[in-house]
């Protein structure tokens, strides 16, 4: 008997569409409105820079910027889709129908971390389409932009587990996306290059897992990244695997979910 027949496929299968179809059946809220919202942040920045013709890296500002903008909403979707799932079950007290069913500590990671993935990629998709019409979108590397949108999508999906089952009230999970998901994608060179930045504060970007996973997807559009891209997917996979290593551990210790 190999390790596959073990799982319990037709449970991680319907544990993972439970979660997709969570945002699917409110679409206009899960990936239109977000497709939305970066286009007013594209629209802004137009507004405020005036000049979107200046150059980062050899290509116009706007082309700089637009990549930065859609990993923004992947993450912020991939995010709010596993911690808000978790968060409302425990605050309804329906956690109970997730952590009862035969499905192991990874079954549960995998059905929910993929999940969350699927809306991030999915927002990905939408917000670069609707943002064609306006941002020349060249591909410079494909694989980058494919590895790079499901690394990311991970994480934050990932991370979102863990804090949704940290968080014991929706306080909780709103400190910790506006502590330290905000500011994270925030000071991540989402906006500006690093190397603009004093030696110091690009030191301390060079250390923000959000700053390679938007350098290496804007390096797969325009061929311009400002760290180092071998260090940056591994970067990425090492911090998809311990945040995996920690949910794992929070679901098979029932932390902050077992009476």
């Avoid at 990244?225 to 210790?253: E, P, Q, R, T, Y």
Wanted: glycine letters at 8%; charged letters at 10%; aromatic letters at 12%.
């Amino acid at each position: 008997m190999t390790a596959a027949d073990n799982v319990n496929w037709i449970g991680l299968w319907t544990l993972y569409m439970r979660e997709v179809r969570r945002f699917i059946k409110v679409y206009s809220q899960t990936l239109v409105a977000p497709a939305v919202t970066t286009l007013l942040f594209l629209a802004v920045f137009a507004l405020a820079l005036g000049d979107m013709r200046q150059a980062i890296g050899g290509v116009p500002f706007i082309e700089f910027l637009a990549p930065g903008l859609i990993m923004m909403a992947v993450a912020q979707n991939a995010f709010a889709n596993t911690s808000s799932s978790i968060v409302i079950s425990k605050v309804q007290g329906n956690i109970v129908d997730t952590l009862m069913p035969p499905l192991n500590a990874h079954e549960l990671t995998f059905a929910m971390a993929f999940g969350g993935a699927t809306r991030g990629i999915a927002v990905g998709i939408v917000v670069a389409v609707a943002m064609t019409p306006f941002v020349p979108i060249n591909i410079h590397s494909i694989g980058f932009i494919i590895y790079h949108l499901i690394a990311a999508s991970m994480l934050l999906s990932l991370l979102g587990v863990a804090g949704g089952i940290w968080s014991e009230k929706f306080d909780h999970i709103a400190a910790v996306t506006n502590f330290l998901v905000t500011p994270l994608a925030f000071l991540s060179g989402t906006f500006y290059s690093i190397e603009r930045l004093p030696e110091t504060f690009r030191i301390v970007a060079h250390l923000n897992p959000f700053f390679y996973m938007i350098d290496g997807f804007r390096y797969g559009f325009i061929g311009h990244a400002d760290g180092s891209l071998v260090v940056g997917i591994i970067v990425l996979a090492a911090a998809n695997a311990l945040l995996w290593l920690l949910c794992h551990w929070m679901f098979k210790s029932g932390y902050k979910l077992k009476a």
